[in-house]
């Protein structure tokens, strides 16, 4: 994640939902920073692309995304998220590489 960080500064003391809506993930800040058409581009991430991720990912024209399989503890915490964007990749037909990763 970007961090606006002279922007949330000035909002302490700041919760983690605050903190999440004024933010930009990894995937968000790569597509706003290519500048160039990335129609049947991939991406290789370091975790699954959220929800709000997978629409832009999608809207961008990406066709693969990469990612490690998530560890167990990830998925307690953001598996219901997950299954919710690798269901808006399979109707988009956006391909899901899920890496071996060691
Ligand atoms: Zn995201």
Redesign the pocket.
Known sequence: MVILTEYLTALKPITARMKLLKTL?A??NAILHAKRDLSSCEIWVTHF??P??AAKIIQTGLRAVHSPKPNDDFLSRWGDKIKVSEDMFEQAGVKVDWMQVD
């Open positions: 993930h995937e968000e692309p959220c709000n991720c």
